[in-house]
């Protein structure tokens, strides 16, 4: 990419936000992720600019960051891309209703923001029975628990990921038992294809419930599909 050039002040307009924009096109153009070394030499800005810019990105949700310190493009572009079909949000809500109470537990929807998996949308059967509670928002480690790995495993191969991830994109689903809450049995489902890594994700208290969840959870990843088949 030719380095940016300083604005004439003449003409108006904002540098910093051009630069913001450069450099996430860069990042758009690089799915496996630059760190901020590549990201200032591709876009031609300084190291220091190229850092502090990446940071806002980051905390705006318009890039992400591994815990190597590469940024990608983040979940926030994909609500910019009206026209494109339904978000997998919404695609996915319906789905995980049905599949919470098929299973009589909690279904979740969980995408990748910097290096924490982070549950977006949260489904609860209608049950007066003990469930793990997921609220909106949170938070859990990438590496380690069902809805992490598999989220990680929805994308491209990258260095330094658990060695387990690889078998989780070659079986296609994973299952854990209590890695982040004590009791609990974690089924969990890659979803390749969208903008951002994604994955289903169901958490409960009973064994048996988990084990028979894998067909379902499957059944489940099949109906969300990938973005083209929602135009």
Excluded: C
């Excluded at 705006?60 to 997998?88: C, M, N, Q």
């Excluded at 279904?107 to 469930?131: K, Y």
């Amino acid at each position: 990419m030719t380095p940016l050039k300083s604005n004439d002040p003449d003409n108006g307009g904002s540098q910093t936000l051009e630069r913001g924009l450069a450099l996430l096109a860069e990042l758009s153009r690089h799915a496996e992720g630059l760190n901020t070394s590549q990201a200032a030499t591709a876009t031609g800005l300084h190291r220091s600019v190229t850092h502090r810019l990446l940071v806002s990105l980051h905390r705006t949700g318009f890039a992400a960051r591994d815990k190597e310190g590469r940024y990608t493009i983040g979940p926030a572009v994909a609500g910019l891309l009206g026209g494109s079909g339904p978000s997998l949000r919404t695609v996915a809500e319906p789905i995980l209703n049905r599949l919470a109470r098929r299973l009589d537990a909690t279904a979740s929807l969980v995408e990748a923001v910097g290096t924490a998996a982070v549950t977006t949308v949260v489904a609860e059967p209608p049950t007066d029975g003990p469930l793990f509670w997921y609220r909106t928002g949170s938070r859990d480690p990438l590496d380690h628990g069902s809805g992490g790995l598999a989220t990680l495993a929805s994308g491209a191969p990258r260095t330094n990921e658990p060695d387990r991830v690889q078998a989780i994109r070659e079986a296609g689903y994973v299952i854990t038992h209590g890695e982040v809450n004590v009791g609990a049995h974690g089924i969990a489902a890659p979803l390749p294809g969208w903008p951002v890594r994604a994955a289903i994700n169901v958490v409960t208290s009973d064994p048996e419930i988990a084990e028979r969840a894998i067909a379902h959870v499957m059944e489940a990843v099949a109906a969300i599909g990938v973005p083209g088949d929602h135009l």
